[in-house]
């Protein structure tokens, strides 16, 4: 039986014949289904999704805690104001210097209004409130059904204006009360349909109450006061 006579152009396309052959087969095995391609998908999102959220609970955690950093400071004519979170209440933390064993310190006040809503209580006449020697704060109502915030309120002014170097005194009846002289400074605390201070006399102050806001009108108060007592 005559041989098979293969000759070099053969080989090549054998070779060749082989190749596309296999390469026929590599494709036919890697060719991927359509529920694997499905997975693949699901993946690619749910990786995107976690990435992406990751990245929106960093941006909102720095911006809270830039606001947070931001909200929690407040300065009103030079007196500074820092948040302070007890419990439940929230407090606005001031201080006053005084002399201590002939050191001055920083004395801690804290009030319960924001002063950023105090700037907002109307004090007419304003220029005109100056910080005397002898202060006489008249209570011409007893806020009784106030849950005792007219207890605090009186307590922080007296406090506030005892250390600053006043003679603070209280005093309850229904009249208006005023030195024509102007050595004293009346402070005439009243219910009323608007919270608002005005000026009623020489160095003589009407302190109108409405709702029980006795803190928001005292600690207006108690603010400007501050405000003038670092302008001596």
Same mark, same amino acid.
């Given at each position: 039986?005559?041989? #098979? ?12 014949? %082989? ?5 026929? #087969? ?17 993946? =690619? ?8 959220? =990751? ?20 300065? +009103? ?14 407090? +606005? ?5 005084? +002399? ?6 920083? +004395? ?10 105090? #700037? ?32 605090? =309120?009186?307590? %922080? ?58 803190? #928001? ?12 007592? %670092?302008?001596?």
């Amino acid at each position: 039986m005559p041989k #098979k006579i293969v000759t070099g152009k053969n080989k090549v396309l054998n070779k060749k014949e %082989n190749i596309q052959e296999k390469s026929k #087969k590599t494709e036919e095995t890697q060719e991927i289904s359509p529920e694997k391609k499905k997975k693949r998908t699901e993946k =690619a999102v749910i990786t995107f999704l976690i990435i992406l959220g =990751a990245i929106v609970v960093l941006l909102v955690v720095t911006y809270l805690i830039f606001f947070s950093m931001k909200y929690s400071k407040y300065t +009103y004519n030079g007196v500074d104001f820092t948040s302070v979170q007890e419990g439940k209440l929230m407090f +606005y933390k001031f201080s006053i210097p005084v +002399y201590y064993q002939g050191k001055e310190i920083p +004395y801690n006040f804290y009030i319960r209004t924001n002063p950023r809503i105090l #700037k907002n209580v109307v004090f007419e006449n304003l220029q005109n409130y100056q910080l005397m020697r002898k202060i006489v704060i008249v209570a011409k109502s007893n806020f009784t059904n106030c849950d005792g915030d007219q207890v605090i =309120a009186m307590a %922080n002014l007296v406090k506030l204006y005892t250390f600053i170097g006043a003679n603070v005194s209280v005093q309850y009846g229904n009249s208006t009360l005023c030195d024509l002289s102007g050595k004293t400074m009346y402070l005439n605390l009243e219910e009323s349909n608007e919270t608002k201070i005005f000026q009623v006399g020489f160095s003589c102050f009407q302190v109108d109450v409405n709702n029980c806001e006795i803190l #928001k009108a005292t600690e207006k108060l108690m603010v400007e006061s501050v405000v003038k007592y %670092n302008a001596l």
